[in-house]
């Protein structure tokens, strides 16, 4: 499918300077339910994601639902999936389905299909991979993003400590598994072509330490997902830490630090404003 519409990259960061480049997490667990008064069916999901929608659609450059907490309530879950990304849209927002998609490629042929092609339940404008059958295996995929206008984040360095063992791991070149993704990911954005603009982005952890600081540098360009702040312990200070002279390129997120202000619409407001705000002053920091 060939799409006559702006690349995402483009779309994001128009949004990101307009409102902020935060993405907001939406992941309607069992606890967050009971907490907001909810009960934990395919009701209680919609309600749920029309409140967090009324509050943030207008607001936030992207959403970033997270499959799974959708899917355990079955099919009556994957429609209120599809109903939470209208909502997003229609309220201006880019949407990005946390689902972690990761196979041999003829699997992952069919997965793209799904995400991006012409039949998708979802039309996302972007979804999150992981790459442990091998970058090889994501490049079809990448090509149906491209063609699609569609995007890519590819986790790196992910943001919990169990991550860290194996994509630290060192292979026989002496690079690690993560510096070695870094390096396929930036080959991948900079290769000449007519349709020549990034389409692959890095998931890269707030809570990571400074001696990550190599992969950052080594992803050149790239877009970069940051989760972890709130709820993982990372703050946007650790952003500076990380990513200083990339403001343009990070897309802070977090998810459980808004959505545990709610059900009063109010508070859930204000701490959507307590991560708008430190977003774009990090942004704005590249622009001084
Ligand atoms: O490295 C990663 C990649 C994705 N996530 C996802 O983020 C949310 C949790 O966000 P909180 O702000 O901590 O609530 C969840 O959907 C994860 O799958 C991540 O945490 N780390």
């Not at 902020?20 to 919609?46: E, M, N, Y």
């Not at 994601?49 to 207008?58: E, L, S, Y």
């Not at 508070?267 to 959507?272: G, N, Y």
């Amino acid at each position: 499918m060939t799409s006559f519409a702006p690349p995402f990259i483009y779309n994001f960061n128009a949004l990101a300077d307009q409102r902020s480049p935060f993405c907001l997490g939406v992941d309607p667990s069992k606890d967050l339910l009971t907490r907001w008064g909810l009960p934990d069916t395919a009701q209680g999901l919609r309600e749920f994601c029309d409140r967090v929608a009324d509050a943030a659609a207008d607001k936030v450059a992207l959403v970033k639902p997270q499959s799974a907490f959708f899917e355990r309530h079955g099919p009556d879950g994957l429609k209120v999936l599809q109903h939470v990304m209208k909502r997003f849209k229609q309220g201006g927002a880019l949407t990005l389905l946390d689902v972690k998609r990761g196979d041999i490629g003829s699997t992952m042929d069919a997965y793209a299909q799904s995400l991006f092609g012409p039949n998708s339940a979802y039309h996302v404008d972007a979804a999150t991979f992981t790459a442990y059958l091998g970058f090889g295996a994501l490049v079809k995929t990448l090509e149906l993003a491209r063609a699609a206008n569609a995007f890519a984040f590819v986790v790196v360095r992910s943001s919990n400590p169990e991550g860290t063992a194996l994509q630290n791991s060192k292979g026989s070149d002496g690079r690690t598994v993560a510096e070695a993704l870094a390096d396929d990911i930036r080959a991948f954005n900079e290769q000449p072509g007519p349709k020549a603009f990034p389409v692959v982005g890095a998931v890269m952890g707030a809570t990571l330490p400074d001696s990550d600081r190599g992969v950052v540098e080594r992803l050149g360009g790239t877009l970069m997902l940051t989760p972890g702040i709130g709820a993982q312990g990372a703050g946007f200070d650790d952003l500076k830490r990380l990513f200083a002279g990339r403001e343009l390129q990070v897309v802070p997120t977090a998810t459980r630090s808004v959505l545990e202000a709610g059900p009063d619409a109010a508070s859930l407001r204000d701490a959507l404003e307590r991560h708008l705000e430190p977003a774009r002053r990090f942004r704005d920091g590249a622009k001084r």
